[in-house]
């Protein structure tokens, strides 16, 4: 599998320097505009766009490391949830074609309403229980 880094591409820019946390086929870091404060990225070493696209030991390393993020998160931010998301594809509000699972924290009373949580991406249809 290459792991050729892609030119332009932000998350390939990344040195390893700056990444929190690692394994053999992912790593992850802090978003650098967190939607909430501990926003994780956890990011495929391999340059592909979309998730569909790794393979299965891609997945589980990306899985090992939202755990440890989330263990990070936990002990540093102490929240009360969390969001886990993954954008795949332009339509569906991926802006970085390199495929990255966020984890974000949240905490009691950081929106008025959570319910629904990631249905919101489709505001119409996501209070299903006024249907
Ligand atoms: P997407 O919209 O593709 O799901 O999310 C892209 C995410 O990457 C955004 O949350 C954005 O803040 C984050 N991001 C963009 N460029 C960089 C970067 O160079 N470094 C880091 N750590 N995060 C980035
Ligand atoms: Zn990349």
Redesign the pocket.
């Known amino acids: 599998m290459s792991t050729t880094p892609a030119p332009s591409c932000?998350?390939c820019?990344?040195p390893e320097s700056a990444w929190l946390g690692q394994n053999e086929l992912a790593f992850w870091?802090?978003?650098?505009?967190p939607?909430a404060p501990g926003h994780a990225?956890v990011i495929p070493r391999r340059h592909v766009a979309s998730f569909f696209e790794l393979v299965p030991e891609e997945r589980s390393g990306m899985l090992a490391l939202l755990n440890e993020a989330k263990i990070v998160a936990d002990e540093r931010y102490r929240p009360d949830g969390y969001n886990i998301g993954l954008?795949d594809g332009e339509v569906a509000?991926?802006?970085?074609p390199h495929v990255?699972l966020?984890l974000i924290p949240r905490r009691a009373g950081d929106v008025p309403d959570p319910r629904g949580g990631v249905r919101w991406v489709l505001p119409e249809t996501a209070p299903y229980w006024n249907r």
Do not use: E, K, M
Request: hydrophobic share 45%; proline share 6%.
């Open positions: 932000p998350f820019a990344i870091v802090h978003d650098i505009a939607s990225l954008n509000g991926q802006t970085v990255h966020h």
